[in-house]
């Protein structure tokens, strides 16, 4: 019987990997004239951070089209499915204004303002014209 729990373990161990392994990371990606590159391509589809588990982006023929950012309990924090719209919320998954969720998870909104300044091609609102 231990013996099976410890074969269960490591078959969930196993399946973890391999769930993350197959995920495109952001440290993957060449950006090149504000367009996501892999292998020399224009990239479409998910981008996620180095740990597979703070953030998502979204590409399409090599713009960033989406952002989901996610709470350390895997709940989506913050959602821009568009330039022009923005989702908040909180880490029960109960949405929020955004100057709630600006108080209530300043690292989170700082990681936002960060990953938009590392990003060719996403613009801060005081940076645009």
């Known amino acids: 019987m231990h013996l099976v ?12 990997l391999a769930c993350s392994a ?4 952001v ?4 950006f090149t004239d504000s367009l ?9 589809g998910e981008l ?3 740990d597979t588990a703070s953030y998502c982006l979204m590409a399409k023929d ?9 709470h350390d309990n895997g709940q989506v924090a913050l959602s821009m499915p ?18 709630s969720f600006v108080a209530r998870y300043e690292a989170l909104a700082d990681q936002v303002s960060q ?9 801060n609102e005081e940076e645009q014209p």
């Open 5 to 16: 729990g410890k074969s269960l373990a490591f078959l969930a161990v196993l399946c973890l």
């Open 22 to 25: 197959g995920k495109t990371r």
């Open 27 to 30: 440290s993957e990606v060449e």
């Open 36 to 44: 996501a590159y892999v292998d020399g391509n224009p990239y479409s």
């Open 48 to 50: 996620w951070s180095d």
């Open 62 to 70: 090599g713009n960033i089209v989406s952002l989901t950012m996610y």
């Open 82 to 99: 568009s330039a022009d719209s923005l989702l908040c919320f909180d880490a029960k998954g109960e949405s929020i204004p955004f100057d």
């Open 115 to 123: 990953l938009a300044r590392r990003l060719p091609g996403w613009k």
